[in-house]
């Protein structure tokens, strides 16, 4: 059922008021008459009800018609208004109508009642066509511009959306706080379109971006930058937490399985990680993303890099443009470059930590009995094994209370930069075979796959690594002297440590005070 048509009729002349509503009230019509005597009382009149229609008879002065027509277009501006007007030669009716009025009659067609109701019909009609029209459009504006930002596959926003977002932002962000930018690359996703077809990489393409969705709060922004990469911003707390939801956003979307047309593929994906105060976040913070993304494709892909481990890397390759460098001077050298972009407990790992256990693993490998290029391997990778650690942030390297679970995780991916970063600096693959495994223990499944050459030089490392960290303060404990140090490494013979290394270190260092390099 239609509502009545709502009419507000604003005049101070009690007569014409009079002869309007009674010709208004004789045409039969679902309508209803608001009634103001000055322009005043109009909004307080109109406040609650819908209008949809406003006529304006006499206002006194009448040099006040033009601000009464205003002022009811300000109250009610989309609302059609009709003017009763003692004169209507053609420029007062001009004028009337460059104010703001749909129509124009006389007091005596106004108070014929059937005019005025015909008029005020057609002006509604006319208006509420025209709000239709206007919001089919509007409607249509805001479709288009979301298919102008948004990716129609995924649901994502778009490349465009995203630079409309880093123009906004710029200058308005607190330096106190970081944001994060990872640029997500599904790694050989053509082998998906060239396998499966096209419709098996779109349908790929919807299942990543729903598990980034996933793992994404809706206050984050998330991009499909082009083809199969994805960026994501997002707060960063600390440069570990934002390492470890990107690692587990990585581990889901391996595990993902995508069956299209019967047939079920599964992919992986690298991350490239920038961590940047808000202030700082523009074009520079995505290419450095965009390198640690380079970085992770380089190294194998199916693994997260951060901006720390590009600057390691870089420096490595560089170190390797010198052949004349010992394989010790190459340590040395990469721990000086870096020296001002790390923290003490980063230096001490790369620097005289390093050459301790390079020192202790050749004492123990030569009271092991052997042999003297086995003996130069051990210790050569002994004084880089910790290398990688140039790439983990010093808040967690050098934290005072233990190690949450995400920490952990974060510090047992040491060794695998490391052995790509030794790699870089030029030491022999056997090196960098052995820095890559010098971090399992005894125990695990990995260390029991090894071959056993490799399992002994491994738990070399591993045995080193422990009674050089005793032998000074750390962080998260305290020095402890040799004895100390050697029983420990008894209390963990069997589940952290090879109990022949463990024999060996007691034997070699049986007789003596302290650890030297």
Known sequence: MMAATRIALITNCPEQRA???????????????IVAQTIEEFPAQSESRAIDCVAIGRVEPPSDVPRAIQAAKRSLKDVPLILISPCTDRQAVQESLDHGAQDVLSSAEACDGTSLWRRVQVAVRAARESTRCRRRV??????????????????????????????????????????????????????????GGHAMGDAMLVEVARAIRHECREDELIVRWGGEEFVVVRGSASPQATWDWANRLRENIAAL???HAGVSRSITASIGLAVVPTAEFGEQSIWIADRALYLAKELGRNRVCTWPMVQAFETAEAIQLDPLLTLRERAARFARVLRDRLGPTQRQYLGPHGRLVQSISNRIACEMNLLGAVIDRIGNAGLVHDVGKAAIPESVLGKPA??????????????????????????????????????????S??????????????????????????????PHAPQRGLVAALAELERGSGRQFDPAVVRAAQQAYGTECRLVA
């Open 402 to 443: 233990p190690l949450n679970v995400e920490e952990k995780a974060m510090i047992a991916e040491h060794t695998r930069h490391g052995a790509s970063i030794v790699a870089a600096m030029g030491f022999p693959e056997s090196v960098v075979r052995l820095v890559s495994i010098s971090g399992e223990r005894y125990d």
């Open 257 to 259: 399985r995508v069956r």
């Open 138 to 195: 509007c409607r249509r504006l805001r479709a288009l511009r979301r298919e102008t930002l948004t990716d129609p596959l995924t649901g994502l926003h778009n490349r465009r959306h995203f630079i409309g977002c880093l123009q906004a932002r710029r200058g308005r962000s607190d330096r106190r706080e970081q944001v994060a930018i990872a640029m997500i690359d599904l790694d050989h996703f053509k082998q998906i379109n060239d396998g």
């Open 19 to 33: 002869g309007i509503l009674s010709a208004l009230h004789g045409v039969g019509g679902d309508l209803e008459v």
């Open 445 to 474: 499944d990995r260390f029991r796959r090894l071959h056993p050459s490799d399992r002994v030089q491994a738990g070399i490392i591993a045995a080193a690594d422990a009674l050089a960290a005793m032998s000074v303060d750390l």
